[in-house]
């Protein structure tokens, strides 16, 4: 919508005048609401035993819970080593909490687990590297 404004002003035999027209517009509703935010624990880095299962939880808020998506993706730092995330993880790649089975991830080995949540407001994102240890 534009709006004009116009300001008249007189003194005695002298008067002046002057207008200006201002354009409003509404916001994008992602302005309004931001994205889901998202964090995994324990945070940043953890070392993990090959041997056992390794539980990741996640904390994520979001101004529409309604629509909101998780998504858990993880992938070795060497590249030669294929994981398949599928057979390597116990339930869904869509909750609040990731299992990795026993015996899956390589001693010495270094994961990068991300999560992804999204909403009608748009994505967010928490990443954390998870060091084995050596047997």
Request: charge should be negative; proline fraction near 7%.
């Amino acid at each position: 919508e534009s709006y004009t404004f116009t300001c008249n002003v007189t003194k005695g035999e002298r008067s002046a005048s002057t207008q200006v027209s201002v354009q409003v517009s509404t916001l994008p509703a992602s302005s309004l609401h931001p994205p889901p935010l998202a964090s995994i624990s324990p945070l940043d880095s953890i070392k993990a035993v090959p041997s056992s299962k390794l539980t990741l939880s996640s904390s994520v808020s979001s101004r529409s819970p309604e629509t909101l998506r998780l998504l858990w993706t993880f992938h070795s730092s060497d590249p030669s080593e294929q994981l398949d995330v599928a057979s390597a993880t116990s339930g869904s790649l869509d909750n609040n909490e990731l299992v990795v089975k026993a015996d899956k991830l390589t001693p010495g080995g270094r994961y990068i687990f991300q999560l992804t949540a999204t909403d009608e407001y748009g994505t967010g994102k928490a990443e954390m590297t998870v060091y084995v240890n050596l047997a």
